[in-house]
């Protein structure tokens, strides 16, 4: 099993065990004192951590995050807790209000209603050489989003990606689907790591890449 990041921990909530970060409740989790519950079943990355991948994640005020498909928060809010500043990407409106009210009690989650296939439309927001991308956007065109923005991270940075294969294609064999993504992704990073997130998200993959040389 990985290490997990500093700043989350496996604790027993509740009478079972969880992966756990310390904030403010997001989206009804058990609770602990200042501890909360991850879900892994509301959570790509918290299916990732609870499946052992290699993420790269140390947490930490240090390590910088872009989240791209922030929705309403329920996965960000737990990176922002453990790690440093996170910028947060998501285009529909109504999601991003909830995430503002995530951010409220989170001084290091930066919301951005912006569009992830147009990063020239945050760059000057987002700082370069981040440590991590986050991607869960779950539309078509998962590997072009991957891609347009490892602009952003650093030479030894980590995506850390999430595929839908229905987001894709609903009807071709999710294996196929993919190897299709990933094949697209390897024009800019190396994948260290693929692996299924069953039992937690049914036909979806994660990701660990890093980028290619320049
Ligand atoms: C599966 S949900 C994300 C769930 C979230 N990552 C979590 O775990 O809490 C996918 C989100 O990506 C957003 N999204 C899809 N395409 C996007 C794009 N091009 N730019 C920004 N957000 C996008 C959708 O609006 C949706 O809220």
């Known amino acids: 099993m990985s290490e997990l990041p500093e700043g989350v921990e496996r604790r027993q909530i509740e009478g079972s ?3 756990a970060t310390c904030g ?3 989206y009804g989790e058990p609770t602990d004192s ?3 519950a991850w879900n892994p079943h509301r959570s790509k990355l918290g299916a990732m951590l609870e499946s052992g991948f290699e993420t ?3 947490g930490g005020e240090d390590e910088r995050v872009l989240y791209l498909g922030a929705a309403s928060g329920t996965t960000v809010s737990h990176v922002a807790d453990f790690a440093g500043p996170t910028y947060a990407v998501e285009f529909a409106p109504r ?3 909830d995430l503002l009210s995530v951010a409220d009690s989170r001084p290091r989650l930066f919301p951005l209603l912006k ?4 990063p020239d439309t945050y760059a000057h927001i987002v700082e370069s050489d981040l440590d991590v991308i986050v991607q869960d956007v779950a539309t078509r065109g998962q590997a072009a989003v991957a891609c347009t923005n490892r602009q952003f991270l650093a030479p030894d940075g980590r995506l850390l990606l999430s595929i839908k ?3 894709e294609d609903v009807t071709r064999d999710p294996e196929a689907v993919f190897d299709e993504v990933v094949g697209e992704i390897e024009a800019e990073y190396e994948v260290l790591e693929r692996r299924r997130l069953d039992p937690y998200h049914e036909d979806h993959l994660g990701v660990v890449a890093r980028p290619l040389p320049e």
Do not use: C
């Not at 569009?115 to 147009?118: G, L, M, T, Y």
């Open 17 to 19: 065990e969880h992966l």
């Open 24 to 26: 403010e409740p997001v």
């Open 34 to 36: 200042e501890w909360r």
């Open 56 to 58: 790269g994640l140390e």
């Open 95 to 97: 999601p991003t209000r």
């Open 115 to 118: 569009d992830a296939r147009k």
């Open 165 to 167: 294969a229905r987001s």
